[in-house]
C-alpha cells in the first residue's frame, strides 16, 4: 500500500484526515482554522443564511401581534389570547382547517409517490436526447404560473368546449362540469398540484438514484436480477433516505394548501370546498384589516405544521432509521 | 481701511441673507400614494411637476412626492404599507378604508369640502350622498354600472331594433344564438356573458322585476334582504330560463373579465357589460382590432312587469377614494392640492393630458391625439367642467346619460365590524345557489330551502339589524 493510498484509506473528518486533527483543540483555535479552510465556503452559504435570517427567523418576532390589538398609529395594545379565542369560537375557521387538512392530505396521499415513478421512469429511459427531451417537458409546468395553470385548466374542463370532456364524449361519457362540482374540485387541485410540480420534483429522485453506486447494479446483474427486480431491490432502498427526507420536509409543509392554486381555481360554487387557512388569513388580514386575527391564525397552522414536522421526523427514525436530525 | 470693508462686507451679506431665506423657504413636502400614479411613468412625473408649477404660481409652494406602489395587487399592498407605520398625506384606498376610519387615522372631509373654492362644485349626485354618510374618502367620478353593448354590425344582421322591454331582450338573445352571426356555421353564440357572477344581468334586470333596492318590504311590511324576497325569485327564474334555452353563458361562474373579453371579440358572446364609458371605448378598440371598422352599441335597461331603470346605486360610501391622514401635518396644503385639481386648470390638466401629446390647439380649436385613449384622470373627473373636445364614442357618451337618467340611490348602509363573518357567510350562500338555480341543479321550487339557509348561515340578524337601521331612518 503506497503513502497516498493510506492517505486516502485514512479516517476522516469531513474531508480532513483524522490524523490531521492533532489532540483537542481549543474552540476559539478549532473555529479560526475552520474558518481559514472553509471561509470560501462560508461566504458562499451566507447569502442563503441571510435569506433564511431575514425572511423566516426575523418575522418570527412580529408575529406577537396574534396577541396584541394592532394599531396603525402605535402603540399596539396587549391582549393576550383574545384573537385565539375568537378565532376557535369561529365555525368558519374550523370549516377552512378542515378543508386545509383534507386538501392536504389528498395532496400527500397522491402528489409524493408520483415524482418517485417519475424519477424511477426516467432512469429507465436509455436514448439521451428522449431523455433528456421528457426531463425537459415535464419541468418545464413548474414555471408556469398558477393563473395562467387555471386559465388553461378552465378551458379544458370546460363542460361545453373543454378537451376534457370532449375525450369524455367520446367516451360516451356525459360532460360534466369538474370546475362547478364541489365533489371534484379538491380532484381538481390535486391533478394540477401534480401536473405542475412532479416534474420537477423528481430532480431530487433523479439525483439520488444516479448516486446510487454502480457496483450494486453490476453485482445485482451478476447475481441475475432483472430490470424490475434492479429497481426494488437497489433503486429504491438507494433513494429511502431522500425519501424520508422529503417526507418530513412536506410534513412541515401540510398545512400549506398553496394559496395561490386555490385563490385562482376559485369561484362561488365551490368556496365552500377549498377555503383554506391561507385563503382565509388573506382575506381576513389583508382584504378585512384584521391583521391580529389573521396573525394567530397562521401562528396556529404554523404550530402544528412544526408539530407535524418533530412527529413525521421521529415517525421516520422509527421505520426507515432516517431523520433530517 | 481693511477693517471697514470687512464690516460692510458682513452687513451686506447679513442683510441679503435675511432678505433672502424667506424667499428661499423650502416648499410643503406632501407625500401622495394612488394607483396607476407613480414615479415610474414619466407622464406622471411631468403632470406632477406642471401641478407644482401652477400651485406654485398661486402662491402654494408644494413638493408632491409619489409613493412608488405596484399597481397589481394594490389594495393588498397599500394595506401592509400603511401597517407598517407609513402613512403619506394623501392615500388612495381601494377598499381598507373602514379599518383606518376605526382607528381615527383618516379625516373627516365635511368642513374642508365645505370652506373648499372648486372641489364642493366639482362633486357628482352621489359623491354627496356618499359624502354624508362616510365623509372620509373622495371620489369625483361619474358613478359607474355594467351597461350592456353590442356589435353594431351584429344589430344591424338581426334586423331588430335595440330591445325597449324584457322580452325584446329575450328575442335579441335568440336572434344572436340562433343566427350565426359570426359566420361559422354552427348556432354557438350566447346571447350574453357576463364575468363572475349575475351581477353585471342584475344591472338592468333588477328594476324590470321590481328589486328597487337592497333592501325591501316584505308582505308584513317587514325589511328583508331584497334576496330573499318573490321578486329575486323571479328574477333568477328569468336567468335560469336564458340558460336553459342556451342563450346565457352556463360558464359565466368561471368566466373571469378577460375571458368575458374574448368571448365578446371572437364571436361567442353577443352583448357583454362594460361598466363606465371608458371601459366601453376599451371595448370598441380591442373589438376594432379585430374587426376593424367595428362600432359597439349601447343598450337600455327593458321595461319588465315591475319598472325600469338601472340598479340603485349604493350611497352608503365611496367603495375607493382619495383620504386625506389625521397624521398629516399638511392638510390644508393637501386640500388646496385638491382644490387646484377640481378647478377648470386642474381639469385641463387632469382630463386632458399634455398639450402636442394628447392633444393639440389650434387657435380655440383642440383636436386629441391617438395617445387621448391612454391617458386617465389621476385625481378626479369633476362634474361641472366639460372638456373643449370630445373624443368618447357615441356608445361611451350615451353610457353616462344613462347611468345619470336612471340614477337612484340605494337603501344599503355601512355595516359594523361584528357583522363581517355573517355577510361573508350569506354572501357565499347566495352565489352558490343563484348559480344552482340557473344551472338547473336545483330547481325553483327549492327556493324555501336557500332563504332558511341564508337566514341560518347570518341572514336572520342582518335582517334585524337593517330594520333597526332602515325604522330608525324613517
Redo the contacts between chains.
Sequence with gaps: MTDHDQTLNAPRIGNVPKSAVRGKPKRATAFANGWRRWWPFYVMMAPGLAFFLVLHYLPIWEARIAFEQ?????PNIWVGLKHFYVLFA?P?FWQVLANTLIISAMKMAFFLPVPILVALLINEVRGGRLRKFIQSAIYLPHFLSWVVIA?VF?AAL???DGAVNNLMGMAGIAPR?F??DTGAIRWVLVFTEIWRSAGWDSLLYLAAIIAIDQQLYDAAEIDGANRWQKIWHVTLPGIVPTIATLFILNAGMFLNADLNQVINFS???V??KIDIVDTYVY?IG??????SLATAAGLFKAVLGTMMIVTAHFVSKRLTGKGVW | MLRRVFLMTSTALALSLAVAVPAMAEPVKIRIVSKDFGPTNPDDVKHVKRIEDALRAQGTDLDIELVDLPSSGYADKLSVMLLSGDIPDLIYFQGGDAKMVEQGVLEDLTPMIAESKHVKDALWPHNVERLKNYPYLLYVYPVRGPQPVIRKDWLEKTGLKAPETVEDYVTLFKAIKDGDLDGNGKADTYGVTTADNTNELDSIFNQAFGITGSWMKNAAGEWVHARITSQEKDKIAFYASLREQGLYDPEYITTKFDVKEDKFYTGKAGVIFGSSGEVIDIYGGKMRQVHPGTELVLLSPPKGPAGQGLSAVDVSKESRGFAISTTSKHEAEVMKLLDFMASPEGQMMDRLGFEGQEFTKEGDSYKVTDKISTWYARFMVAANWQPPVVWQSQAAQQSLSTIQKYFKPDNSFVWPGDYAADLDATENVYRAWVYKFISGEAKMDQWDQYVAEWEAAGGKRLNEHARTVLDAAK
Design positions: 394592532v394599531r396603525i398609529v402605535p369561529s368558519v386559465g378552465i370546460s363542460p361545453t362540469s370546475m362547478t369561484n362561488d360554487v368556496r365552500s382575506r389583508l382584504q378585512t384589516g384584521e391583521y
